[in-house]
């Protein structure tokens, strides 16, 4: 049985994402991050990234992190492709080159979306808030205007099927969707996030990770 270390409110979402769309049954254990708690070391604490047990599974002490038999696996990325290759069915590679694009896509995300997008979600409010949006918005540009090209007369972004390509990519992405004006100036882009979280999967993690506490 695969074990997912995570709360819903973290990176966990992309492989949570991809486990509820492939229906694959999982043992969720809702690893908090250490530092939204007032003492993670309190006898009374839950189950944290700074908890003894969680660090024996990731020394990094974050989350998400996969038990799946023996095989150990932390990065949110790694961990979806990996889902989606053993247990995904058609949301994984048929063959070597969409399984090259699918770490095509998710590299590309992890390097060129997340920390820009990251930042647009995590900008101050006031005048030193906005300078931080005006150069994200500039950093994330060219990285747009490339999956824009690409989603022209295309729904999905691998093999003419929704997959763990779009999971990774429009989850790095979705930090970055509260600047509707930047994501308005890439409409290919704007369709397909909205397709990609119109799906049943992603309606059931959102509404998991509502009823978590902020
Ligand atoms: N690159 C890692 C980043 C993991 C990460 O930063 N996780 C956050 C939650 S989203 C965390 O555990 N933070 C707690 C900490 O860093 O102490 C991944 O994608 O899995």
Redesign the pocket.
């Known amino acids: 049985m695969i074990t997912l270390h995570g709360v819903y409110r973290?990176?966990a979402t992309r492989p949570l994402w991809l486990l509820l769309e492939s229906g694959t049954p999982f043992n969720h254990v809702p690893v908090i991050?250490?530092?939204r708690l007032p003492d993670p070391h309190a006898p009374d604490a839950p189950q944290n990234?700074a908890s003894p047990g969680f660090l024996q599974i990731n020394p990094q002490?974050?989350?998400?992190a996969m038990q799946d038999g023996d095989l150990i696996l932390?990065?949110?990325?790694a961990i979806a492709l990996y889902l989606a290759r053993r247990y995904g069915g058609t949301l994984g590679p048929q063959d070597d080159a969409e399984g090259a694009l699918m770490e095509q896509w998710a590299l590309f995300a992890a390097t060129a979306v997340e920390t820009p997008a990251l930042e647009i979600l995590q900008a101050p409010s006031g005048e030193m808030g906005e300078a931080i949006l005006k150069v994200a918005a500039e950093k994330l540009r060219r990285p747009l205007a490339r999956l824009n090209t690409h989603l022209q007369g295309r729904d999905w972004l691998v093999g003419n099927r929704f997959t763990v390509a779009d999971i990774n990519t429009a989850e790095c992405l979705r930090y970055a969707q509260g600047h509707a004006a930047l994501i308005a100036e890439f409409p290919e882009v704007k369709r397909w996030l909205e397709s990609a979280q119109s799906r049943p999967a992603f309606q059931q993690l959102w509404a998991a990770r509502m009823a978590e506490p902020a």
């Open positions: 973290s990176r991050q250490a530092y990234t002490g974050q989350i998400p932390t990065e949110s990325l």
